[in-house]
């Protein structure tokens, strides 16, 4: 099976969605993570600078990728902060990223958290754009030759991907038992230095989340996604 994360920052699908990629590495299906920015905004020292703080990231991200079992990683060089205005040139990398790949499943954020009715306040900006972007292009346009008829003539045809999982999403139903996982998650998680190098209980912040996802589904430590199967 070809799975591909889409996601908007180093740590992102790590933390939600880590054992699981770990899983699926374990059983042997082929995985891709495509991260739209390089987080060069996440840093609390302001002597950093954004192109510092991307090269760091970005090496933290191929440490705690190794730690998981090497799932191939794709940087794109959008502006972490400002995917929201970064127009339409991010459905079409969105595209042409799925028609490349060719994934049976893809994990992108839920572009619905922070929404009214919605329990999750996740306003983060861009991972609201990214899950819009990336469910827009798997329903809609990855799948319709008239869309980007440029990346047909390179090569790439149409693609329909069979389902989507979103992580940070408040409408779960679809659990991943990450037991024998679990332990490599946490050692990827903390190869995010620059993002959790002075959390007093990294392990227990984790094994908080993983209790509470599977507790609905009766798994001991797990990781829940919305599912959604595009027909
Ligand atoms: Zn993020």
Redesign the pocket.
């Known amino acids: 099976m070809k799975i591909l994360l889409m996601?908007?920052?180093?740590?992102?699908a790590d933390i939600m969605a880590g054992g699981t990629v770990a899983r699926w590495l374990d059983e042997g299906h082929d995985v891709c993570s495509t991260i739209f920015t390089h987080?060069e905004k996440?840093h609390e020292d302001p002597r950093m600078t954004p192109e510092r703080v991307a090269t760091l990231r970005e090496t933290e991200q191929r440490a705690a990728a190794a730690v998981l079992g090497g799932p191939r990683l794709i940087f794109l060089d959008f502006v972490d902060g400002e995917l929201s205005w970064a127009g339409p040139t991010l459905v079409e990398a969105a595209t042409r990223l799925i028609r490349q790949e060719r994934p049976e499943v893809i994990v992108t954020?839920d572009p619905f958290a922070g929404a009214p009715g919605y329990r999750v306040p996740q306003l983060?900006p861009?991972?609201r754009v990214v899950g819009a972007t990336v469910v827009d292009a798997s329903y809609f346009r990855a799948p319709g030759p008239l869309y980007y008829p440029d990346q047909g003539t390179a090569g790439l045809a149409p693609h329909r991907v069979r389902e989507i999982l979103l992580i940070m999403s408040d409408h779960l139903d679809h659990v991943v038992d990450i037991s024998s996982t679990f332990d490599r998650k946490v050692r990827a998680v903390r190869e995010h230095a620059s993002q959790f190098g002075r959390h007093p209980d990294l392990e227990g912040f984790l094994r908080g989340l993983a209790t509470r996802a599977g507790a609905a589904f009766g798994v001991p430590l797990a990781e829940s996604f919305k599912r959604l199967a595009p027909s």
């Open positions: 996601t908007a920052h180093p740590d992102d987080g996440g954020h983060h861009d991972h």
